[in-house]
């Protein structure tokens, strides 16, 4: 085994943490470190692109590499070699997969050069994951929070990855085929995958995006609307440069972390203190429920000292400081990613210290109509109604007055919102400012009841049936300018 053979036969070794029976005697202590180790890992994919570069000594001639994936989940078609130095004093000849070798192939490298060159190797690999989740610490008056982000890194590719760089991909990468799968195959299907363009164009479609970013942060392209380079504060010596791809972001962690395989590791994202927020009151059956609910509310923005990214989707856990030199658990919940603009609210669930209910005051039935031998007739209000041979009641409207009481036993004012859905053509009449109606089956009621007292949410809901339904257009108009 010549100095190369030796050099490139360990390289293969350490790239993938085993040792091959023809490898077994090498003499470990001549082969070159890792020199960088890089990975952006996918959150919408079980997909993972390594980049990682070597220092290796090349001979005039021809010098065969080795490169194998056993016990890994590399994905064998995606393999790549480039020269990042001298490359125009290397070339590479050919690519082998020996059949009496499984899940390892050899690279020919042709040098004009006696010496040490840089090379990079490049793959995919599934089995590297990563998630999301978010600690906020409310003040005593719940005014503002403290938020913090972490990132957990799962590392179950069989490879351990050394002082790598780790960068994370927030968005949907619409991919063909699962890595994991790729790297189990034998040989002859491997061959097969390697001359199929369909997964050729699912590999340059990952890594042209992920170098559209490198390109956009490079030349400082953009500061916001998806495009561009961003940079948020975080505590020394960690932070997340966040990079923009139109559709997704990519998430750069500040110096290098070792992720053995079978490990996982937590790094912080951000970290911002006073972020203001709101509480609100809900009622929202269907989103919710039926009951009044307390909300807290924070938005993704500058104002509230966030808004440089989007932040990914992941678990939110609630504290409130108590007063007393301690914390109060508040709420559990998955959130969905949140653009910047957007809202993220989390749901604390009902508080007993206020009391909802909807009473019903009164009903009434009006605006009939009659038909008679297929002619439809109006009816005048008063006394009752007789259904005559070949006669039926054709259309009519139900009138029912409501109130929507909130009692707040609580030491401060709140804010509700109220959004009821009724079925039917439905017509809401109230005197009280703040309600709307919210699609043409809801109606929506905001209010604020201050410490220790009730409020009344007084309306009426009309709701048309029959022939009366069809013609629910024209009255809903003719009532929208009227409460005008």
């Known amino acids: 085994m010549n100095t190369i053979t030796r050099y490139t036969a360990a390289l293969a070794v350490l790239l993938l943490a085993t040792l091959s029976a023809h490898a077994k005697n090498i003499d470990l202590s001549t082969v070159p470190n890792r020199a960088t180790v890089q990975l952006t890992i996918y959150n919408s994919e079980d997909l993972t692109l390594v980049r990682e570069t070597r220092v290796v000594s090349f001979n005039k001639g021809v010098n065969p590499l080795q490169f194998s994936w056993a016990n890994t989940l590399i994905d064998p078609t995606s393999v790549e070699l480039r020269f990042v130095s001298t490359p125009d004093k290397l070339e590479l000849v ?10 390892m192939l050899y690279w020919n490298v042709q040098s004009e050069i006696d010496g040490d060159a840089t090379i990079e190797i490049s793959y995919f690999t599934s089995g590297i994951s990563w998630r999301a989740d978010y600690v906020g610490i409310a003040s005593a008056d719940e005014t503002t929070m403290k938020l913090e982000n972490f990132v957990r890194v799962i590392n179950r590719s069989g490879e351990d990855y050394e002082e790598a760089q780790v960068r994370l991909v ?23 995958l390697e001359a199929g363009a369909r997964e050729r164009l699912r590999q340059n479609a990952a890594k042209d995006a992920i170098e559209r970013a490198d390109k956009s942060a490079a030349f400082g392209m953009g500061t916001g609307g998806g495009s561009g380079r961003y940079e948020i504060a975080a505590r020394k010596p960690k932070e997340i440069v966040k990079e923009g791809l139109s559709e997704y972001f990519i998430y750069t962690i500040e110096g290098t972390e070792t992720i053995p395989n079978g490990w996982s590791k937590r790094l912080r994202s951000f970290e911002a203190a006073d972020v203001p927020f709101k509480v609100q009151y809900r009622y929202r059956p269907r989103e919710y429920g039926d009951q009044l609910v307390r909300m807290y509310i924070l938005t993704n923005d500058v104002k509230s000292k966030l808004g440089t990214t989007p932040m990914p989707d992941g678990i939110v856990r609630i504290f409130r400081d108590n007063g007393r030199d301690g914390l109060s658990f508040l709420a559990s919940q998955q959130t969905k990613y ?7 609210e989390v749901n604390l669930g009902a508080d007993p210290e206020v009391i909802f209910e909807l009473i019903k005051l009164r009903a009434s039935r009006d605006n009939i109509w009659m038909r008679v031998n297929g002619i439809d007739f109006f009816r005048q209000v008063g006394g009752p109604i007789q259904i005559e041979e070949n006669s039926s009641v054709a259309g009519w409207d139900d009138h029912a007055v409501f109130t929507q009481r909130i009692r707040n036993y609580t030491a401060k ?67 929208d300018v009227q409460a005008e």
């Open 170 to 192: 927030v968005g949907t990468v619409n991919l063909v085929e699962k890595i994991a799968a790729l790297a189990q195959v034998s040989m002859n299907r491997v061959n097969e």
């Open 94 to 103: 050919d690519t082998t997969f020996p059949h009496d070798k499984p899940q």
């Open 413 to 479: 004012p709140i804010e509700v919102e109220v959004r009821r859905s009724y079925g039917g053509h439905v017509l809401y009449r109230s005197a009280i400012p703040g309600v709307k109606r919210h699609d043409f089956q809801t109606v929506e009621f905001k209010t604020t009841v201050p410490a220790g007292q009730r409020a009344d949410l007084l309306h009426e809901v009309v709701t048309s049936q029959g022939r009366n339904a069809k013609q629910s257009n024209v009255t809903l108009q003719k009532a």
């Open 338 to 344: 949140v653009p910047i603009g957007d809202k993220i």
